[in-house]
C-alpha cells in the first residue's frame, strides 16, 4: 500500500547553503582533509555512481510505497533465521508476533497504570505536550526487551552483520544482544509533533571527523559504493558517534533501531517513516557535503562541482543527529521516498538500520493511542559492553545511564536529569529477572538463580 509523503510538512526544517558559518575552520579544515586523503577523482566518480543509482532506487520507493518493507512472522523467522537475509537489501523489515497480541495490550494497559501512579516524578520530550518519556527501566520496558523471544529476535539481526576483523568464534560472541536504554512514546489523537522530520541517528558530523567512523565508508569515499558493505562492522564497532557531545548522541553501536508495538498504529497515526534503502542511500549522504549544486539543472551529478571552499555540511549539527530535507539531499526525492510504514499491531516490531533516514509523522489523525517501547538490537562489542557494564550500575542505582543524564540542550544549556526510576511506585525488582536478561543488561556478576 502506497503512503508517501505527498505534502512535506510546513514544521520541518529545510538545510541550504545559507546555514554554513564561514568561521567553521573546523569544518572546512575537516572536508580539505578528506578531499586529500581520498582524492577529488575517487570522490567525483562515487557521486556520479550514486546519484546515477538513485535514480532506480528513487524510481522503485516511489512505485512501492510501504510495500518496500519486508515483513515477517516471528515464528517463521525463528524457525528458519536465513529468513531474514531478505530484507538486508531493504535495511529494514517488520517482524509480527515477536509479543503475543494480548499480553502487549495488556502491558500498554499498565503503562498507563505506572505513568499515573508516578505522575508527580516522570518527565518526558516536549514538555508541553509529553509524547516521548524518559523511563528507561519501567517494569513494562524490563519485562518487554528481556523477554528471550523479543532477545532471540534481537540476536538473530545482530547476526546478519558481519566482522572482518575477528574470527568466526568473536563474531558469534559479539552477537550476544546488549541491552541499550531507550525510551518509550505514547502519542494520542490530534497530537502535532514536529520534532523528529528525516534524520539519520548514530551521530553527524562525527561520521567524517571520527577515523573509525569514517573508515566505514572507505569504499565509498574511494570512488567504489557498490563495493561498500554497510554490515561490516569492523570499523564502525570502534567509531566514536557521540565525539560531540548532545542530547541526541547514542554512545553505542545499534546494529538496528527498533520499536516494540503497544498499540496498533496504522499510517497517518503518529508513527514511523523510512526510506526503505540502505546502500546506495547511505553512500549518497556521505559524499552530499563534498559537492555544490549547479546553477541550472541540479539532477545531473556531472553538473555538480566539488566544494572545496565551503564548511557546510548539510544538515550537519555536532550535537544533533544527521538531519535531511529535499533542499539539502534532493537526489533522494524524499516527498515520494520517505514513507509510513504498514500497519503495526500490538506486539509486532519494526526494525531499521542504524543508518537508515528515517523520521515520525507530524499528525495523528487515528482515534486512539499510539505507544511503542523503542528497543534496539545491539552486538556485545567490546565497546557496548563497557557502556553496559555502566549501565548495569546506573540501573541499580535508579539513573539514567550515560546518554540520558541530561534531559535536553547542549553545553552549558544541559539539564540535568532528577529521575530515579528505583525509587518509583511499582518498579520492578531487578531480582524477577532472568539471569540471561540481566547479563544483557550489564551485570558483571551473576549469583546462582
Known sequence: MPSKTTTWPSGWPSFTPKDNDPTDTFQKDLKATIIAEYGADNLRTAWIKTCNALDGVTSRLASQGNNAVPIFEADDILSDSKALEAM???????????????EAIQYFEDLKSFIADNNDTVTGWPAKSVAIYHLYSSPIQLKIKTNPRHLQVQRLLNCLWTDSSCSDDELKAQSEPVLYPDGLRIRHPGQEFLGLGPHIDGGSLSRWADEEYRKTYDAILRGGPERYDPYDMAYRKNANPAMFPGGAQCSVMRAFQGWTALTPCKPGEGGLMLVPDIKIVTAYMILRPFFKAPEGD???????????????????????????????????????TLMSIPDMEPGDTIWWHTDMCHAVETTHNGTGPASVCYIPAAPSTPANLAYMRQHWKDLVAGVPSEDYKYLDGTGSELVLSQQNERAMKGAMSLDDIRVEGRRALGEVCYAVR
Not at 538486508?88 to 494480548?102: D, H, T, Y
Not at 551529478?301 to 539531499?329: C, I, K, N, V, Y
Open 88 to 102: 538486508k537489501e531493504a535495511g529494514c523489515c517488520i517482524i509480527r508476533g515477536v509479543i503475543p497480541k494480548n
Open 298 to 336: 541540479w539532477r545531473k551529478p556531472e553538473s555538480w562541482e566539488l566544494d572545496h571552499e565551503s564548511s557546510w555540511f548539510p544538515g550537519t549539527f555536532r550535537w544533533d543527529s544527521q538531519l535531511l530535507s529535499p533542499a539539502s539531499h534532493p537526489h533522494l526525492y524524499l516527498e515520494d
